[in-house]
C-alpha cells in the first residue's frame, strides 16, 4: 500500500507561480515512481507529468518549459514546480503512484492516489 498526501494548491493570477507537494508513504520512497495529473470540472483527467526514482522526467505538451518536477528522497516527497501558471491550469491536481516502476502517461496505469488539491488561476 502506498498513501500521498498533496498540498500546496491555491489560488493565484495569470503568471504566478505555485509549488505542489506530494507526500509518499507505505512504500519504499526510493522505488517508487510518481505522476502527477489534473482534472478541471467537466473535463476528462489530464496527465500533466512524471517523475522516475532516478530523477527521470516527462511532461505533457501543455506544461513541458513551465511546470518541473523534483524529489526529495530524505523527505519522502515530489514536488510540482508551476510557473507561469494561465487560467487552463485551473484544476485540481492529484499525485499518484503505479504498481509498477514505469513512467506512465496513463492514468489507469496508477493504482495510488492522494485526494487532490485545488489550483484556480484568474486572468
Known amino acids: 500500500q502506498v498513501q500521498l498526501v498533496e498540498s500546496g494548491g491555491g489560488w493565484v493570477q495569470t503568471g504566478d507561480s505555485l509549488r505542489l507537494s506530494c507526500a509518499a508513504s507505505g512504500r519504499t520512497f526510493t522505488n517508487l515512481v510518481v505522476g502527477w495529473f489534473r482534472q478541471a470540472p467537466a473535463k476528462e483527467r489530464e496527465f500533466v507529468g512524471t517523475i522516475k526514482e532516478n530523477g527521470y522526467t516527462r511532461y505533457s505538451d501543455s506544461v513541458r518549459g513551465r511546470f518541473t518536477l523534483s524529489r526529495d528522497n530524505a523527505k519522502n516527497t515530489v514536488y510540482l514546480q508551476m510557473d507561469n501558471l494561465k487560467p487552463e491550469d485551473t484544476a485540481v491536481y492529484y499525485c499518484?503512484?503505479?504498481?509498477?516502476?514505469?513512467?506512465?502517461?496513463?492514468?489507469?496505469?496508477?493504482?495510488?492516489w492522494g485526494q487532490g488539491t485545488q489550483v484556480t488561476v484568474s486572468s
Open positions: 499518484a503512484a503505479p504498481e509498477r516502476s514505469w513512467p506512465s502517461m496513463y492514468d489507469y496505469d496508477y493504482k495510488y
